[in-house]
């Protein structure tokens, strides 16, 4: 039952790939945006703590100071004692502010935000264990002091001081999920982070990102890796980059890893590319020795092509175009009448397929969408969810929505 278990899942990551590299040639995958000083240098993966002796006992606390250098950047975290650096899956958290104010185009984000992020990154809103792990990583974003400093040389200094977000409103209760308040929740971002993010615009696909979320050091590198080929392939194309694994230009310092055996960082590398190669299968890079090798040779090997980076696809969902006309047809499981009725929106804003509703009282059955090329009834994929799709045997892919929208 168990290895029956593991074959679905990976069958379903392996669909769920190939539909985040459909979307990529398509040019209809949905769209996140990365803040640049953790494009360039990520949470670290897993917690950090210091071993120290109190009363003769050896006990466990909390880290406060991160620093890691990438180059002439260096980044500081200084985390709040009692919530200590933010790590791991809090990453989801900056990509979710960034996403939602790009969105409602303001800094002052209007938002239900334990459920809505929680919904944007596909986990379960009821989940009261899952949604105190999202509280715990709200806390410790918005308690941490964030710096960067440029090395300009002996004569000039440039860096910067920030945080993610300067003030909220939020409503938080794990025992009862769906309880909501009487008043607007809000996240008010800071000034930095809200220039930062419409004046570097650094995209990634975040189909990807929730395909990866569950293991946060793949997720980093990925993004890290998106940001890195998209530079190369700015500044230099067609010539090959390498990053070496070590020293002050080293991945280990860009991607935060406190791996210190190259032996064991080696390995790590080689399964965070493999990860990435299997959302991305055109990646330009390879290992080569102790280093990375970047050769970007055309656009269609980037991660977001050029011109999807000024146009953002997470934006609120379209409106429905106008209503079928009613037809009616027999209802084969009974025999009586049925009525074709036009689908609903639904609780996230997403219209749902247009349905047969039978008068002898059976379940409403969705309709069949025709292929718009070979006028075959397409398979609908990602059902009840706000990202389903239509895949025809021909090789058409339509966003579900749009099919019904425009119809």
Not at 275 to 285: F, S
Not at 286 to 312: M, R
Not at 313 to 322: D, E, T, V, Y
């Amino acid at each position: 039952m168990k290895n029956e278990t593991r074959v679905t899942k990976k069958e379903n990551r392996g669909e769920r790939a190939a539909k985040i590299q459909t979307d990529r040639q398509l040019q209809a995958q949905e769209l996140g945006w990365l803040f640049r000083p953790l494009a360039l240098c990520p949470f670290p993966a897993k917690p950090l703590k210091n071993k120290v002796i109190f009363n003769g006992k050896e006990i466990s606390q909390l880290e406060t100071v991160w620093r890691r250098r990438a180059g002439n950047l260096t980044i500081e975290i200084m985390g709040h004692r009692d919530f200590g650096i933010p790590y791991g899956q809090d990453i989801l958290i900056v990509l979710f502010l960034a996403i939602e104010a790009r969105r409602q185009g303001s800094r002052k984000i209007v938002v239900n935000f334990y459920r809505d992020f929680m919904q944007l990154f596909e986990m379960n809103p009821d989940d009261g264990r899952k949604y105190k792990l999202v509280q715990q990583s709200m806390a410790r974003i918005r308690n941490a002091l964030y710096k960067w400093e440029i090395d300009q040389g002996a004569n000039r200094e440039t860096g910067g001081n920030y945080l993610y977000i300067e003030e909220w409103d939020l409503y938080f209760d794990p025992r009862n999920p769906q309880q909501r308040p009487l008043w607007d929740q809000y996240i008010l971002l800071s000034e930095r982070f809200w220039y930062e993010i419409n004046k570097h615009r650094i995209p990634f696909n975040l189909e990807a990102a929730r395909h990866l979320k569950t293991k946060p050091a793949h997720l980093s590198f990925y993004l890290w890796l998106s940001y890195r080929v998209w530079s190369v392939w700015d500044e230099r194309p067609g010539e090959a980059v390498k990053i070496p694994f070590w020293g002050d230009y080293g991945l280990q310092n860009q991607m935060s890893s406190v791996i210190e055996k190259r032996y064991d960082f080696r390995i790590q590398v080689k399964n965070w590319l493999a990860a990435a190669k299997e959302v991305w299968p055109r990646c330009p890079v390879e290992i080569e020795g102790d280093a990375l090798t970047i050769c970007v040779t055309g656009e269609d090997q980037l991660d977001v092509q050029p011109k999807d980076t000024d146009a953002p696809r997470i934006l609120p969902r379209p409106k429905s175009g106008p209503l079928p006309e009613v037809s009616r047809s027999v209802c084969p499981a009974c025999g009586q009448e049925r009525t074709l009725k036009p689908g609903k929106q639904s609780r996230n804003g997403y219209r749902m397929p247009d349905f047969w509703q039978c008068a002898g009282g059976c379940k409403p059955v969705s309709a069949e969408a025709l292929c718009p090329e070979c006028s075959q009834v397409m398979a609908e994929k990602n059902k009840g969810r706000a990202d389903y799709y239509y895949q025809c045997q021909c090789g058409v892919v339509k966003a579900g929505e749009d099919y019904w929208t425009k119809a």
